[in-house]
């Protein structure tokens, strides 16, 4: 069983940064491929990005490569989602997600936070 807690989200404007963290607790994190999706009101949930369980490999969804990046620190239980020139589209609420396999797919995690608020005004 993992357990997934986010942080970092907030209001900022548009051109600013984040960093968003994602802290797990349970069996095999350092094992686990992660990866962090999106969801704004009324649309579904978005991929993000995702990372291998070494931290070598990592892939990211077209609307923010380039500008997000993920990483990860498996002996803090922790990744992260590096999030630069953030615009009004970006605001959504981003969910990290804990997996089986390297997956840019949702049907490829198991586990799920409750997700983080971040909000970009121009």
């Known amino acids: 069983q993992v357990q997934l807690v986010e942080s970092g989200g907030g209001l900022v404007q548009a051109g600013d940064s984040l960093r968003l963290s994602c802290t797990a607790s349970?069996?095999?994190?350092?094992?686990?491929?992660m990866g962090w999706f999106r969801q704004a009101p009324g649309k579904e949930r978005e991929f993000v990005a995702s990372?291998?369980?070494?931290?070598?490999?990592?892939y990211y969804g077209d609307s923010v490569k380039g500008r997000f990046s993920a990483s990860r620190d498996n002996a803090e239980n922790t990744v992260y989602l590096q999030m630069n020139s953030l615009q009004p589209d970006d605001t959504a609420v981003y969910y990290c997600a804990a997996g089986g396999v390297f997956s840019d797919s949702r049907k490829g995690y198991h586990y799920w936070g409750q997700g983080t608020q971040v909000t970009v005004s121009s």
């Open positions: 349970g069996s095999n994190f350092s094992r686990r491929p």
């Open positions: 990372i291998s369980w070494s931290g070598g490999n990592t």
